[in-house]
């Protein structure tokens, strides 16, 4: 029932900002998603003032804003003290590089707003929330279009000198795999070489389209199982969730499991059937992730 207690209820504005697609959602206070609607990704002042719109009618329904988290695709300036907080950087993307994300919600509705990658977020909903509790060091690694990566490391999410960009890491060769990789900035990096464009340049189809037996599994799992090890030796997470389309094929996270074990050759504490796991939230890891970055901004 929709009534007038609904109407005085405190709600969040969520932004899961993608490449192909923006997910629009209301969140309650206790995380229970109210209203949620996608709308394709196009230039981004159509984009933001179609999001806008769908906001301001959830909002009128539901209650008020008390914040609007943004988990958006990357390169982005996430840091706090840059003029450019808020703002797309240099991305191949047609139309939005220096793109401004966050000013159009702010001056909207006039409440704080939070602002990270989509995967930095979503390693805070999965540690809060997920498959990651309880983690002091967590990740987040999407498969999909691209491979990114967020981290919380000591419970905080990781921002340097910007964010990780955990995809465009150099990987050792499958002995099998002659492929020269699609990254535009360094054909066979990880993404290059395990991303889904990869996987359908490389072979004709998606990896949960190729035959079980197909040679394909392996080498994708390979290359995860890399980056699994890199993590593992650089920051110590006792989980490392794994997301995104390319990893929803049946059978792959046991094998990057399987071939992270064997490739660390029993050196790192902690075993990787444990450590390597599904997202605890399933698709709703984005848009919680917004929901996460829309809370810690209601609380400064
Ligand atoms: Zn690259």
């Keep these: 029932m929709m009534g007038r207690m609904t109407q005085a209820a405190t709600v969040y504005g969520c932004i899961e900002a993608g490449g192909t697609k923006f997910v629009l959602g209301l969140v309650a206070s206790d995380a229970r998603i109210l209203a949620r609607t996608r709308i394709a990704t196009a230039q981004p002042a159509e984009t933001g003032a179609a999001a806008i719109g769908w906001l301001r009618t959830a909002v009128a329904e539901h209650g008020r804003f008390a914040a609007i988290g943004i988990a958006t695709f990357g390169p982005a300036e996430v840091l706090h003290a840059s003029p450019r907080w808020g703002f797309m950087a240099d991305t191949p993307k047609p139309g939005w590089s220096g793109a401004d994300i966050a000013g159009p919600y702010a001056r909207a509705f006039g409440v704080p707003i939070g602002f990270d990658t989509d995967v930095n977020a979503a390693a805070v909903a999965e540690r809060r929330w997920g498959a990651a509790q309880g983690a002091e060091n967590a990740v987040y690694i999407t498969v999909g279009t691209g491979i990114g990566g967020g981290a919380v490391i000591n419970g905080a999410p990781v921002h340097g000198l910007g964010h ?6 150099p990987v050792a060769r499958h002995a099998e795999d002659r492929f020269g990789g ?4 360094h054909g066979d990096c990880l993404e290059g070489l395990a991303s889904g464009p990869a996987i359908e340049r490389r072979w004709g189809k998606s990896l949960s389209e190729l035959p079980r037996d197909h040679p394909g599994h392996g080498i994708i799992a390979h290359y995860l199982a890399q980056l699994c090890i890199m993590l593992t030796g650089i920051a110590a997470p006792s989980r490392i969730v794994i997301g995104g389309g390319v990893s929803q094929t049946p059978g792959l996270i046991d094998a990057v499991r399987r071939e992270t074990r064997r490739l660390s050759g029993g050196y790192f504490a902690g075993d990787p059937m444990d450590i390597i796991v599904p997202p605890g ?8 992730g917004a929901f996460a970055l829309a809370r810690d901004a209601e609380r400064g």
């Design 281 to 288: 939230l399933g698709e709703n890891s984005g848009l919680l």
């Design 182 to 185: 699609v990254c535009p900035f």
């Design 164 to 169: 990780p960009e955990m995809g465009h890491v």
